[in-house]
């Protein structure tokens, strides 16, 4: 995910910037630059795609200005490219900004101004906004910061340096952290605390709309209407090592509580009056047949996604694990459209699946998080999911934004093939809109999942049951619990648990049922009775209000949201309960045993 630091005053600001970028690094990233203002009075510019030490490479060790800005990029808008990375500067070479966040009408803005006859270089939408300040400046960097985020829709975090106010950086900030940093005669500026953490724990913390003007002797900060801002000080006492994580123990527990955030900015910009905009060209009138690729956690994903096509849609689906795909000679053909989801973007099963299913003339959608990495490249189209990085081994918060946009596909794809009606799609999308804060209030309660934590760390051997669509999320749960608890699970249709593994229910394994079926919740509470009476501990995630559940030994509730959505949300506390089984036990959360994060091999 993109990271920035700013430094201004008495020591160099070259180096106090790449040691900030490189505390910056866990957090992932693709291309890294910096911007100075020498003592010439120029803007200087150095960045470059891959890794800090590259952009250490092509450094100029003479290059000693006391103001200045860095960057690290995950890309959005536009490939991992030298010209992509940030920062970004005016026509006139004077405005140098870094900017995390998108600028959602970016490409509305750039037209404009490039009938007013500026120019761009990138593809980014981060580069509207030093054209911006060039056309805005009228001899006060404030007030042209002001005129730009009049215009701009979006979310930003933007740092500001100009050889016309050479003493002074600006930075603004909406719905992307930034935070101040205070030192004697010289002050920071970074989005997440490591970065600057060596240097000082003072920090004033920007708030949603507030413009700081940082210089080396002080900081002011203004709110939206102009006014001055009495800014708290903040001491911080983490260690670095918790900074990277933001106060979180691990990575894991991070992200899980990162995903109301990675829904909204999945969502955003896609939903308009009602419909989707994903700005697909898919001649959907052709498709009379999808087969869905992925590995792992993204193919349960697939699998959720699958039940609703043939459900709702009633088009033919073939849904498989890319190593089985592979070599299965599967039916697919030029009427087929293949749904590739990779978080990664470069799974080698799943990239061999895609060319298996391209070599049959299949049309490639891909549903992945890293811009421009191999599988999107080698894909007709392609929905990215704006999840962020995700560090930790097990993924969560990747797969709650590959169902997200597995719904944008299905509402878009079903409404112009016109399946579905538009009171139909409008009335899933607004109950997509409300996923963030269902999520939020599900996390609220993650202490309780901390205590069923402590009942099965101990179990050798769980079960997870559920019908439909539940039985999907047991899949997601089970594998969840094994890779970083170690204990054995084993996700099974409910159903069919009386046509052999009923066999395997002793009081020594606990059972989690998933009921979130409205349909199918009386079929499901019959079987939970049939492992009670095997003196199976039962847990249970269901809505609220379905009385017969109370029998359960635990239940977790889950706020309402129509049948087919319950996956996004089912799948929060299943993540909890393997989170701290894991840390119950004292695993490596972030690592578990034998796994990696990107599986590059067959
Ligand atoms: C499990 C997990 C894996 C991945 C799988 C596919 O928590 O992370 O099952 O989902 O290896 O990886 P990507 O999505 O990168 O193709």
Redesign the pocket.
């Known amino acids: 995910m993109c990271g920035i630091i700013g430094y201004i005053g008495k020591q160099d600001a070259q180096s106090i910037i790449i040691n900030g970028l490189k505390k910056l690094e866990y957090r992932g990233y693709d291309s890294a630059g910096i911007s100075l203002i020498n003592d010439k009075n120029q803007v200087i510019i150095k960045k470059t795609q891959g890794k800090i030490a590259n952009l250490e490479s092509i450094l100029n060790h003479k290059d000693n200005g006391k103001i200045g800005i860095g960057h690290t990029r995950w890309a959005t808008h536009g490939k991992p490219s030298d010209i992509n990375s940030h920062p970004h500067v005016s026509n006139n070479a004077k405005f140098s900004v870094v900017h995390n966040g998108i600028i959602e009408n970016h490409e509305e803005l750039k037209n404009m101004l490039v009938q007013e006859g500026y120019s761009f270089a990138s593809e980014t939408d981060s580069e509207v906004v030093p054209v911006l300040l060039e056309k805005y400046n009228q001899g006060n960097l404030l007030e042209a910061v002001r005129k730009v985020i009049e215009v701009l829709q979006g979310s930003y975090a933007l740092c500001v340096i100009s050889s016309d106010y050479p003493e002074e950086i600006l930075v603004v900030r909406k719905e992307s952290p930034l935070i101040i940093g205070l030192g004697e005669e010289e002050n920071f500026i970074a989005s997440d605390i490591p970065a600057i953490l060596e240097h000082t724990k003072k920090i004033f913390v920007l708030e949603d709309d507030e413009i700081g003007v940082v210089s080396a002797k002080g900081v002011v900060v203004y709110d939206s209407q102009g006014k001055l801002v009495d800014k708290k000080l903040v001491k911080v006492n983490w260690s670095l090592e918790t900074a990277e994580k933001q106060g979180y123990p691990h990575f894991m527990l991070k992200e899980i509580f990162e995903q109301p955030g990675a829904v909204r900015k999945t969502l955003a910009g896609r939903i308009k009056e009602g419909t989707v905009n994903l700005d697909l060209d898919i001649e959907v009138d052709k498709i009379d047949k999808i087969a869905i690729v992925?590995?792992?956690?993204?193919n349960y994903a697939g699998q959720v996604a699958a039940y609703i096509i043939q459900s709702r849609l009633r088009i033919p689906v073939l849904v498989n694990f890319a190593s089985e795909f592979r070599y299965m000679n599967p039916l697919v053909d030029e009427n087929t459209l293949t749904i590739v989801?990779?978080?990664?973007g470069?799974?080698a099963d799943?990239l061999a699946g895609l060319r298996e299913a391209k070599s049959k003339g299949s049309k490639i959608l891909t549903i992945t998080n890293v811009l421009d990495s191999s599988i999107p490249r080698e894909s007709d189209y392609v929905i990215y999911t704006q999840a962020g990085p995700e560090i930790s081994?097990?993924?969560t918060k990747?797969y709650i934004t590959q169902l997200i946009a597995l719904y944008l596909f299905i509402l878009d794809f079903g409404y112009r093939k016109e399946i579905l009606n538009k009171e139909l799609v409008a009335s899933w999308l607004s109950e997509l809109e409300a996923v963030p804060e269902k999520i939020e209030e599900i996390l609220n309660r993650s202490e309780v999942l901390e205590g069923f934590a402590k009942n099965i760390k101990d179990a050798a051997s769980m079960f997870f049951i559920g019908r439909g669509l539940d039985s999907v999320s047991c899949l997601e749960g089970a594998?969840?619990l094994k890779?970083i608890s170690y204990i054995h699970a084993e996700a099974y249709p409910a159903g069919e648990l009386k046509h052999g593994t009923l066999a395997l229910i002793t009081k020594a394994v606990p059972v989690m049922a998933i009921a979130t079926s409205k349909k199918l919740v009386d079929k499901t509470i019959s079987n939970i009775s049939e492992v009670k009476t095997r003196e199976a501990i039962t847990y249970c995630i269901a809505f609220k209000n379905v009385r017969d559940i109370k029998d359960v030994d635990y239940l977790f509730t889950l706020p309402d949201i129509i049948d087919e959505l319950a996956p996004i949300l089912t799948v929060v506390p299943l993540q909890l309960l393997a989170y701290y089984t894991a840390v119950l036990k004292g695993n490596d959360v972030d690592h578990p045993r034998n796994l990696a994060k990107?599986?590059t091999v067959e």
């Not at 992925?294 to 993204?298: D, H, I, K, Y």
């Not at 989801?341 to 990664?344: H, M, R």
Request: aromatic residues 0%; contains cysteine; charged residues 15%.
């Open positions: 992925a590995c792992g956690t993204a989801i990779s978080q990664s470069e799974t799943t081994v097990a993924s990747a594998l969840k890779e990107s599986v």
